[in-house]
């Protein structure tokens, strides 16, 4: 019997911990509940229940079919984590900016046009997931997040970036698959930056030479025709240094 024993004691303790994965966790002790998967549901909508959830920190949507985010959605003010990917999602309420503990929010694979500028109130969001969208243009004010070091907004219409770019600690950007013709001078001061996706950018994206000063760049995902038109010292760092490599896409 002492397998059994060994068996049962994870369920138990999985029990407590504030971890959800079905709408009818949701009435039984709301206030427990911290933690929320209703990914793969096939929701249209986000029940109502979720809303009233005041101590839910994580808050998974992933893969169904909702078309809606809500104003509600910005009572939510403890969600650290919230996940919307792969959905029919075509706006963003203003009033995502009410979540102030964000540290990662993925918007990818849905139908989004506009992100609000409301978004520049996020001030502890880490990691911000937008690829695979129908975004023009990215609004200035998320270069008001000093902890923001992960961004991704591959695969949209992309047309060009924040001015104030630079002053974002990045460490990761990922532009590649946009309309991108030009970056704007503050872009060079991305001094974190380690990995840079720039492959299909834009039909006449380019670098200048300030590119080769960004000393801690160590991956560089590019395109043979934007390379053709880069600046040699690229290739000549890339021979040089070990650290720093490009990958052809």
């Not at 937008?130 to 990215?138: E, L, P, R, V």
């Not at 047309?159 to 946009?178: A, F, Q, V």
């Amino acid at each position: 019997m002492s397998h059994i024993f060994y068996v049962i004691i994870p369920l138990i303790l999985l029990s407590g911990c504030g971890v959800s994965n079905s709408i009818e966790d949701i009435d039984k002790n709301p206030a427990a509940i911290t933690k929320l998967n209703l990914s793969y549901q096939r929701l249209t909508e986000i029940p109502k229940a979720v809303f009233e959830l005041e101590h839910l920190k994580v808050l998974n949507l992933n893969h169904n079919k909702i078309t809606t985010i809500p104003p509600e959605i910005g009572k939510l003010k403890h969600l650290e984590k919230l996940v919307l990917s792969s959905n029919n999602i075509d706006t963003l309420p203003n009033e995502i900016g009410n979540l102030t503990k964000l540290k990662l929010l993925s918007i990818k694979n849905n139908n989004i046009k506009t992100i609000p500028k409301t978004i520049g109130n996020l001030r502890e969001l880490e990691i911000f997931r937008s690829g695979f969208n129908q975004i023009k243009t990215i609004p200035n004010e998320i270069c008001d997040l000093p902890n923001l070091s992960q961004l991704y907004i591959e695969w949209n219409k992309l047309e060009h970036l924040p001015d104030s770019i630079g002053k974002l600690n990045l460490t990761d950007l990922y532009i590649n698959r946009n309309q991108i013709n030009s970056l704007p001078d503050s872009f060079y001061n991305l001094s974190k930056l380690i990995r840079l996706n720039v492959a299909f950018a834009g039909p006449l994206f380019k670098f200048d030479s300030r590119i080769c000063n960004m000393r801690r760049l160590e991956q560089l995902y590019i395109d043979q025709v934007t390379l053709n038109f880069s600046p040699r010292c690229l290739e000549v760092k890339a021979r040089s240094n070990f650290r720093f490599s490009i990958i052809l896409e």
